[in-house]
């Protein structure tokens, strides 16, 4: 059906074809939505209906109907407030109706019912009937929504296509200016209308925002929806990490995803200006880096924002992209990435952009790190690079940093100058103690615990006693220190500005290279918490105390409080990424299973098994990362087999492969040395086992002493040296020891332990001693023996050692004649056995 067909065929007839009814008829029908005022404005009584022009309105179509809904069909609709008008003379111009055609994109009038108008081009839509928009101030007003749209968004009310905009209602009457004309009125030629628009003034039409307006009004509320999923996200994940619950992990990702799709819709955007593209290319890129595993998608972000900061000489942005990029490439190719980022120092050196020369030199101190090559050559050349530009420059805290983690790799070596080159470190960062520059709170606790685990490795623990107290005087002055809050986990370096490199650093940089106040911005690190470095330094205090035998069981106290210290909520910190999160409870669950290994292992000095046992089950619990504890846990599993009389299930453990040696008489695939000490201590306990008749193996002995011999002879560690010499003095072998080489192993163990202040080795040696030398000897030496050795048993508090020294010595008074001390002698040696044996039901 066309426009023609569409209008009426004369006076009577309203736009479907249907004769109207009379007036009263009419008014009786009550308050409707007026689709035909025309028809019932030219119906008058007893008088031809004035010329009115034919206005051309927008289609109004809900469901499918011209007038809204099926049940309003060939219902005619009037407007109950509105009185008609007069007949106007012949020659007067008619008062428009309403206004100009809305969204028309023709200009075509047509005329009223007499017959005169233009036919309109035929229209290939379906009939279009339009409301008056005066009807708008009458409908009832709809509920509003539960969430109003935003202020870029207008409201639409009752408009057939939202995309167009909200249709215009500036001139249409209000209800309250309806009035009603006195009778007088109509004998009047009416001339413009003051109630009613004029037909000069129509509506014109409401321009529809374009797409890339929409695009541009909606771009701020898709970055502020993401950042808020980001920041929620990151609020929470250091509780998701510590939960690890299913759900709280899928709302998590939820977060993520949400932020995800808003960052990628405002990045489709074509207009974007070009400095707020590359901050999205690489706010969106470091997302995907930080919570996802979809590199390449990062990559090609990133590569974007770089092109844009190249083209418009963005170089702080650029920068950051490129950072960001290396770290990118180091998770899918770490060899492209050690050979990218030389490229990126050598092009920063060539600008003078020194700050990013730290920058990126640190970033490949932590890929040697992360790729396991912490003291290999390059690792060490890289960080002697930092220190040469940092002392040329008198950036003094860059230079002390620099030279403490130098130390650092030295101290996970196995190297025989190991020892000297961490001492070298450490005095080359002491010789600034009195620059105030290089003092920062981390720095100044880094170089203490650096000093006191370098002298816990040489097992000095004279010295170590006193490098705690500094520690623990540094820590009491540092605990309400305001430039070292709870929450932070940064280092701040100061770096001298530099007019060069001015262009390079903002606040889009921040996380790596932050500006700073005056002459002065910082070079941001990542660090322990204030929490994590308490908790480290309380596992260090119980290994010192370990050798004071003081009071027993005081290093499982302190060792109970770091764990307590770590298990406690941790203040709210920086914001973080989930796999951050969980890499921080990681660390925070490893070393609070190294805590529990510590208290079980001092239990099992203690003959406490049933505490052991207990801390066994605590680290299986905890699902610790894999690593070297697993070995050490696995350590502390045969300890308890052995010392609760299950032999055989020691024997198992002892010869696992983890602690088997190779042909070259070198612990297998052990990079560290506390998995070689470990290989050592589980083959020495072999030894022991093996004097048991039932397990002795004689060949399987002797091939075991041959590989120790390699190790343990010249082993630069102390205590294995102590402890092979002990397990040397106290077996049966066939062919057996002579008696010089027994007592130069007795020998050697006594020095051993009394240089290293071991209670327990020094009680161990004693009473072998009294064995092997005094065993039925009449005289006050070995009476002088038997008593050494039975004191220092009580010493060391193990409740095996004290029965068995307690035995000897009751022989020894037996032989002397002193049978009421050997009598009161045995019963106590009695009464320690049967309470170490009832100590290992368990």
């Not at 309003?72 to 509105?82: I, K, M, N």
């Not at 060539?350 to 390059?378: C, E, I, M, P």
């Not at 190790?711 to 002579?738: H, K």
Request: with cysteine; net charge neutral.
């Amino acid at each position: 059906m066309t426009y023609r067909d569409a209008m009426p065929k004369g006076p009577g007839q309203a736009y479907d074809g249907q004769t109207s009814h009379d007036q009263n008829q009419s008014q009786a029908q009550g308050y409707h939505h007026l689709p035909r005022l025309l028809q019932q404005q030219q119906q008058q009584p007893m008088q031809t209906p004035a010329p009115a022009p034919q206005t051309a309105f927008p289609q109004f179509v809900a469901n499918g109907y011209p007038n809204g809904t099926s049940q309003y069909q060939g219902v005619q609709y009037v407007q109950p407030a509105y009185q008609p008008l007069p007949p106007a003379p012949p020659h007067a111009s008619a008062p428009a109706h309403a206004s100009a055609p809305y969204y028309s994109n023709t200009d075509a009038h047509f005329a009223n019912y007499n017959g005169a108008f233009a036919p309109p081009p035929l229209a290939t839509d379906p009939p279009m009937q339009f409301v008056d928009p005066s009807f708008l101030q009458q409908t009832v007003i709809p509920r509003p929504l539960a969430v109003a749209p935003p202020a870029s968004q207008p409201t639409s009310t009752m408009s057939p296509r939202l995309s167009l905009g909200v249709i215009s209602t500036t001139n249409s009457p209000r209800l309250d200016d309806r009035q009603t004309l006195p009778q007088a009125a109509s004998a009047k030629p009416h001339a413009k209308d003051s109630r009613r628009p004029s037909s000069g003034t129509g509506v014109t039409k409401s321009p529809g925002p374009s797409h890339s307006s929409t695009h541009a009004e909606t771009l701020p509320l898709l970055l502020c929806v993401a950042e808020d999923c980001f920041a929620k996200a990151s609020a929470a994940a250091q509780h998701v990490a510590r939960a690890m619950s299913a759900d709280e992990i899928n709302e998590h990702h939820k977060l993520v995803a949400t932020g995800l799709g808003c960052l990628e819709m405002a990045m489709m955007n074509k207009s974007l200006p070009p400095r707020l593209e590359a901050r999205l290319c690489m706010r969106y890129a470091s997302i995907l880096v930080e919570e996802t595993t979809n590199l390449m998608e990062a990559e090609t972000a990133l590569t974007r924002g770089i092109a844009v900061c190249e083209k418009h000489r963005f170089t702080d942005l650029k920068y950051s992209s490129l950072f960001l990029l290396m770290k990118t490439l180091f998770q899918r190719n770490q060899k492209a990435a050690f050979r990218a980022i030389d490229t990126h120092i050598a092009d920063c050196t060539t600008y003078q952009h020194v700050h990013w020369v730290y920058a990126f030199r640190f970033l490949k101190a932590s890929f040697h790190l992360q790729s396991g090559t912490a003291a290999d050559h390059n690792t060490l050349e890289n960080l002697r690079r930092i220190a040469a530009i940092a002392n040329q420059r008198e950036e003094k805290a860059v230079f002390v940093v620099a030279t403490l983690l130098e130390g650092l790799a030295h101290l996970g070596t196995t190297k025989e100058d190991w020892a000297t080159r961490v001492q070298t470190c450490i005095a080359q960062a002491s010789k600034l103690q009195l620059d105030d520059s290089a003092h920062l709170p981390q720095i100044d606790i880094l170089l203490l615990l650096l000093d006191l685990a370098c002298s816990l490795r040489q097992k000095s623990h004279q010295i170590s006693g006193h490098k705690l107290s500094a520690l623990q005087g540094k820590m009491e002055e540092l605990k309400h220190a305001p430039d070292w809050l709870p929450h932070s986990n940064e280092i701040l370096l100061p770096i001298r500005r530099s007019q060069i490199a001015q262009q390079t650093i903002s606040n889009d940089t921040r996380a790596i290279l932050r500006p700073g106040e005056g002459a002065v911005d910082y070079l941001v690190l990542s660090a322990l918490g204030k929490q994590e470095t308490y908790a480290l330094a309380y596992v260090f205090h119980g290994i010192v105390a370990l050798y004071k035998a003081t009071t027993l069981g005081r290093s499982s106290t302190i060792w109970s409080e770091a764990v307590r210290l770590l298990e406690e909520p941790r203040p709210f910190s920086t914001v973080e990424s989930l796999p951050e999160a969980l890499k921080q409870a990681g660390w925070v669950k490893e070393l609070s299973c190294y805590a529990h290994i510590l208290v079980g292992l001092q239990a099992a000095t203690l003959c406490d098994w049933a505490k052991v046992k207990r801390c066994l089950r605590l680290i299986e619990e905890a699902q610790a990362p894999a690593g070297f504890l697993d070995l050490m846990t696995l350590y502390l599993s045969g300890v308890l087999h052995q010392g609760t009389a299950d032999l055989p299930g020691a024997l198992r453990i002892w010869t696992d492969p983890r602690f088997q040696m190779d042909s070259n008489k070198n612990p297998k695939t052990n990079p560290s040395h506390i998995e070689s000490e470990l290989s050592i201590l589980a083959a020495l306990n072999r030894l022991w086992i093996m004097q048991e008749p039932s397990l002795q193996d004689d060949l399987e002995t002797a091939d075991v002493m041959e590989k120790l011999r390699l190790l343990c002879e010249d082993n630069p560690d102390q205590e294995i040296r102590t402890a092979y010499n002990l397990v040397l003095a106290s077996i049966t072998i066939n062919p057996p020891l002579s008696m010089n080489q027994v007592k130069r192993h007795i020998q050697n163990s006594l020095a051993g332990a009394q240089q290293t202040t071991n209670t327990h080795f020094l009680s161990i040696a004693l009473n072998i001693m009294r064995f092997r030398l005094f065993e039925n000897v009449v005289g006050d030496q070995a009476l002088k023996s038997a008593r050494a050795g039975s004191a220092q048993a009580k010493k060391s508090g193990n409740l095996l050692w004290m029965s068995v020294a307690d035995g000897m010595l009751s022989q020894s008074h037996e032989v002397q004649g002193a049978f009421a001390e050997a009598h009161a002698n045995r019963e106590s040696g009695i009464r320690l056995a049967n309470e170490a044996l009832m100590k290992t039901k368990v």
